[in-house]
């Protein structure tokens, strides 16, 4: 398998990342969230070398807090009482569901970038625009709006600069109205660009059935293989979940933190199943690398 994962088949690739998205949601133990969490972190770091946590670590950092902070200020059961923050316990049970809830929606963002870089616009139209043509554009381009969005705001504000217009600058009224012709200006252009890209898949004929679409993607033996792994893991963690191993039970007794017997098992289960496009990633990189050396 020299390939890397993201040009597998874009159906092995979707059914990885909705896996993923079912155990992150599932296994509610703190060792497996931080696995997780671990191994989404490489694989982001693998492909884009840190941009993503160069632009959004210090939310995703707050974001982690808020949730860690906020569960044991509001939630007061257990039976294990930390210390009081006025007249209210702190229980260590709120602390732990706290720290998994944080772990989960922070796993929960990791997967969304990579979903991003799994499947493109490309890839998500030729999955759903067959079964759910209106659907599939809509979310498409919602999806792409929040980049383009970004990227257009930091092309107008350059030119609005130019012209010796700031929202940096100035009384607080001059930069107030600056920034509401920031986004006046974005909201018409954003405008004009989707009604003009609707008109465009209307001529060309986007949504009819009879229509017959190139088809860029074969479904080789290599994605055969591939799927039938993510599917077997994925069963696994399933039975995992229902066996009770992947979750830490808080109440109405506080399970010890320490994986025992067959959590292990199921530990190293579920962090093969998200280390997958890792894995072959990794393997295709070695491989690159071995033969750039003898060449």
């Known amino acids: 398998m020299n390939r890397p994962f993201k040009t597998f088949h874009p159906f092995t690739c979707l059914i990885y990342l909705v896996g993923g998205f079912i155990l992150v949601t599932l296994c509610q133990h703190p060792d497996f969230l931080i696995v997780d969490v ?10 884009d070398r840190g941009r993503y946590f160069k632009q959004w670590g210090w939310t995703t950092l707050v ?57 493109p616009s490309d ?6 625009s067959r079964f759910l043509p209106s659907w599939a554009l809509l979310i498409m381009l919602t999806l792409r709006f929040i980049p383009l ?7 107008i504000e350059s030119v609005q600069r130019a012209r010796g217009l700031s929202v940096h600058h100035g009384s607080l009224i ?30 060309r004929g986007y949504g009819l059935t009879k229509r017959t679409v190139y088809n860029p993607f074969r479904f080789q033996i290599e994605d055969g293989v591939v799927l039938i792994i993510v599917i077997v893991l994925f069963i696994l963690n399933l039975y995992g979940v229902w066996l009770g191993d992947s979750i830490l039970s808080l109440t109405p007794v506080l399970e010890t933190l320490r994986l025992q017997g067959r959590e292990w098992f199921y530990l190293g289960v579920n962090a093969l199943y998200f280390s997958i496009p890792l894995i072959i990633d990794g393997k295709e990189g070695i491989v690159w690398r071995s033969l750039k050396r003898t060449s």
């Open 63 to 119: 974001f982690f807090l808020f949730f860690f902070l906020m569960n044991p200020l509001f939630n007061h059961r257990g039976q294990h009482i930390l210390f009081y923050l006025g007249s209210n316990p702190i229980m260590l049970e709120a602390v732990i569901r706290g720290i998994m809830i944080a772990l989960t929606l922070m796993a929960l963002l990791f997967l969304t970038p990579i979903f991003n870089f799994l499947i």
């Open 123 to 128: 890839r998500f139209l030729f999955l759903f």
């Open 38 to 47: 671990i191994i989404l972190g490489l694989y982001i770091v693998y492909n």
């Open 174 to 203: 001059a930069r107030t109205q600056s920034a509401m012709r920031l986004v006046q200006i974005l909201v018409t252009w954003s405008l004009e660009e989707a009604i003009q890209t609707a008109d465009s898949m209307t001529a």
């Open 149 to 155: 969005f970004r990227h257009r705001l930091g092309e």
